[in-house]
């Protein structure tokens, strides 16, 4: 198939296309298009207008501070996961961006954009809940800053508004001997993720400080298992915790149907699957 038709805009600047967005009913925003023109082509989005921002200077920068890294809304994965700075702040985000699609797309493809379009299968929206990053929102009325943990609503459903448009990403460093873990199950390496587990993992003086764990892929949105927190937090890393936490894994997950798996067989992959992550991530514990 291709898209129907449609109009079409390169803006010159941030302005440009904010009063571009504020001026027309229907547009969308085109950064990498990985996702966008596959949709476009499918006619699942059927636009008036697209607004495409490549040409405007300025919003393929990440700047890595004491205390966050920032990531425009032109940032490539793939630039991205070259940056040594990056991933040494963002262990996590390094840990699963190999994971993201292939390398042609990743060359394309927008970290900003894959969390703006909200994909329930894709890494970012999942690493992005599970460091607890800062969305920042623009508009012609000004910007709002919106959690993570609160922007992703349902399928492919967030807190963007339509005029607004998501010009960065602020991921906190993560703090000294943090831990990723990370992995997905998919038909093959590249594909979309059916179910994985994003998270981070902080041991101090043996016991576990801090345990940020999300379920994807198999959800409507990215889900914070907070339940498991609880049961891990304070306790110190061992074989039989990590049997219990996978369990718990499972039975919080609530996957959704598909023709692929009953929701019951997710179950025992998450449980399978968080025991191999949980084991990789814990097996440099000082404990």
């Given at each position: 198939?291709?898209?129907?038709?449609?109009?079409?805009?390169?803006?010159?600047?941030?302005d440009?296309?904010?009063?571009?967005?504020a001026?027309?009913?229907d547009?969308?925003?085109l950064?990498?298009?990985?996702s966008l023109?596959?949709?476009?082509n499918?006619r699942?989005?059927?636009?008036?207008l697209?607004v495409?921002?490549n040409?405007?200077?300025?919003l393929?920068?990440?700047?890595?501070?004491?205390?966050?890294?920032?990531?425009?809304p032109l940032?490539?994965h793939a630039?991205l996961m070259a940056?040594?700075?990056?991933t040494?702040?963002?262990p996590?985000?390094?840990?699963?961006?190999?994971?993201v699609?292939?390398?042609?797309?990743?060359?394309?493809?927008?970290?900003?954009?894959?969390?703006?379009?909200?994909?329930p299968?894709?890494?970012?929206?999942?690493?992005?809940v599970?460091?607890?990053?800062?969305?920042?929102?623009?508009?012609?009325?000004?910007?709002?800053?919106v959690a993570?943990?609160?922007?992703?609503?349902?399928?492919?459903?967030?807190?963007r508004?339509?005029?607004?448009?998501?010009?960065?990403?602020?991921?906190?460093?993560?703090?000294?001997g943090?831990r990723?873990?990370f992995d997905?199950?998919?038909?093959?390496?590249?594909?979309?993720?059916?179910?994985?587990?994003?998270?981070q993992?902080?041991?101090?003086?043996?016991?576990?400080?801090a345990?940020?764990?999300?379920?994807?892929?198999?959800?409507?949105?990215?889900?914070?298992?907070?339940?498991?927190?609880?049961?891990?937090?304070?306790?110190a890393p061992n074989p039989?915790?990590?049997?219990?936490l996978?369990q718990?894994?499972?039975d919080?997950?609530?996957?959704m149907?598909?023709p692929?798996?009953t929701?019951q067989?997710?179950?025992?992959?998450?449980?399978?699957?968080?025991?191999?992550?949980?084991?990789?991530?814990?097996?440099?514990?000082?404990?």
């Amino acid at each position: 198939m291709k898209s129907a038709n449609f109009a079409y805009i390169r803006a010159t600047s941030l302005d440009h296309a904010l009063s571009t967005l504020a001026n027309t009913e229907d547009a969308i925003v085109l950064a990498g298009g990985q996702s966008l023109v596959a949709a476009l082509n499918l006619r699942l989005q059927v636009p008036e207008l697209v607004v495409d921002i490549n040409h405007v200077p300025g919003l393929d920068q990440i700047e890595i501070g004491d205390d966050e890294v920032r990531i425009g809304p032109l940032v490539r994965h793939a630039q991205l996961m070259a940056s040594d700075e990056a991933t040494k702040a963002l262990p996590l985000i390094g840990k699963a961006l190999p994971h993201v699609a292939h390398p042609a797309i990743r060359n394309r493809g927008t970290t900003c954009g894959s969390l703006a379009y909200g994909d329930p299968a894709a890494e970012m929206p999942a690493c992005a809940v599970a460091l607890g990053a800062t969305l920042v929102l623009a508009s012609t009325d000004g910007t709002r800053e919106v959690a993570a943990r609160e922007f992703f609503e349902g399928l492919y459903e967030t807190q963007r508004a339509p005029h607004e448009m998501l010009i960065e990403a602020r991921f906190p460093v993560a703090p000294k001997g943090a831990r990723p873990v990370f992995d997905e199950v998919a038909a093959r390496r590249g594909d979309f993720a059916t179910l994985g587990l994003a998270g981070q993992i902080h041991v101090d003086s043996g016991v576990i400080a801090a345990f940020d764990l999300v379920a994807f892929g198999s959800e409507p949105a990215p889900l914070l298992l907070e339940n498991v927190a609880d049961i891990a937090l304070g306790k110190a890393p061992n074989p039989g915790l990590i049997t219990d936490l996978s369990q718990a894994v499972a039975d919080q997950v609530h996957p959704m149907e598909s023709p692929l798996a009953t929701p019951q067989m997710r179950r025992r992959q998450y449980r399978a699957l968080a025991e191999r992550c949980l084991h990789a991530a814990m097996e440099f514990a000082d404990v």
